[in-house]
């Protein structure tokens, strides 16, 4: 009786040895494949950055096997330089091997952008299950977007009430929920909401041109002129933990440009100035960011820091245009004349 049931313990064993090798193997193809379709990626308009750390990425993955942080880092340099389809296939082995929040949400965009309604859903589900209380709320406003662009107003005035029992004040929900009014043709309550968005962020003249609108719908041409004349036109974002985690892994050189420009329109020039020192780091060799850091020097008189920046512009750009005149303009300041027309003359 014993010799079988050893017999049959070592057999088990044999088995369960075998069938993991198998999962392994099928693991490691998965993997292999996956690389190969990633390789396949053109990365030639990405700038030297991105391209560079997409490169380390990929070179490690492909030597050392599976590892998190860099499927990450490759899905979200992916995502942020448009190339969905490598992303959506990163982030689903993400979000099988781990239980984040953040995977799901990332696929759910990348599936709204392609009209993938019933999978962003699916996705959206998902990703509740898994989020916290307050991430919640993204992911409820991404479903609002979806059955907005669905034409299911009802069903996204319900999700807003939601929203609003997490976080009141989210200045998202209030976009979306003036944008309801608007579709809605409820006019006075869309300029309502409009105008307590714009009071709360002066600088977000995009609210201009859909206020403008409810305006016109409520028969009030000349406020909609004044609104009009003044539209900003660009994109309307909305930062949260998840996009600002996306951008500054995924392309943090666009991300840092984007947030400078921000500071520099505030007049905020100190923190501008500590942004483009960060940017260098990861462009040392571009000279419109040293012009640009002159510049933040020159704003709050710092003349010695401002030609040195203007001069290190040169070293990697001897025709930088801007770097010469800027360079001029701080030598009459000093009132080195003969270098201020030295450099007039070359601009």
């Not at 409820?140 to 319900?158: D, H, P």
């Not at 909305?238 to 392309?251: A, C, M």
């Not at 010469?324 to 450099?343: M, P, Q």
């Given at each position: 009786m ?27 193809n ?11 990626v ?17 070179t ?20 942020t330089?448009g ?27 990348i ?9 962003a ?10 989020a916290s ?29 939601k ?13 979306l ?20 968005l ?12 859909p ?13 909609a002129k ?10 309307l974002?909305?930062?949260?933990h ?22 520099i ?25 040293y ?9 709050t ?6 030609e040195?920046?203007y001069t290190?512009a ?9 770097a ?15 270098d ?8």
């Amino acid at each position: 009786m014993k010799k079988p049931i050893k017999q049959q313990l070592i057999l088990n064993i044999l088995v369960f040895s075998f069938l993991i090798i198998i999962s392994g193997c099928g693991n490691d193809n998965q993997h292999i494949s996956l690389m190969n379709q990633v390789r396949k990626v053109d990365i030639s308009s990405w700038d030297n950055y991105s391209q560079t750390e997409f490169k380390q990425s990929l070179t490690q993955s492909e030597e050392n096997g599976y590892n998190q942080s860099q499927y990450e880092k490759m899905a979200l340099i992916c995502l942020t330089h448009g190339e969905l389809d490598a992303s959506q296939q990163l982030l689903s082995q993400l979000s099988k091997k781990t239980s984040i929040a953040d995977y799901y949400y990332y696929l759910a965009e990348i599936a709204l952008i392609q009209e993938r309604y019933e999978v962003a859903h699916g996705l959206i589900i998902n990703g509740l299950a898994k989020a916290s209380k307050k991430d919640k709320t993204l992911f409820y406003l991404l479903r609002v977007q979806m059955l907005i662009s669905l034409g299911e107003f009802n069903k996204a005035q319900i999700t807003l009430k939601k929203i609003a029992v997490i976080d009141k004040s989210n200045i998202h929900a209030q976009y979306l929920q003036a944008q309801l009014h608007l579709f809605n043709r409820d006019c006075t309550n869309a300029i309502n909401g409009f105008e307590k968005l714009i009071k709360k962020l002066p600088s977000y003249t995009q609210f201009f041109s859909p206020l403008a609108s409810a305006y016109r719908m409520c028969g009030k041409p000349e406020m909609a002129k004044r609104f009009t004349q003044h539209h900003t036109e660009g994109l309307l974002a909305f930062p949260n933990h998840f996009s600002n985690r996306k951008e500054n892994i995924g392309n943090p050189v666009s991300f840092l440009k984007n947030d400078i420009k921000a500071l520099i329109s505030q007049k905020e020039f100190m923190s501008a100035t500590k942004l483009l020192l960060h940017l260098i780091k990861l462009q040392p060799n571009n000279d419109s960011t040293y012009v640009n850091l002159g510049s933040m020097y020159f704003q709050t008189k710092n003349y010695i820091k401002a030609e040195s920046a203007y001069t290190q512009a040169l070293r990697i750009n001897p025709k930088n245009i801007k770097a010469l005149s800027n360079l001029g303009t701080v030598n009459v300041i000093k009132r080195n004349y003969k270098d201020a027309e030295k450099y007039f003359k070359k601009n």
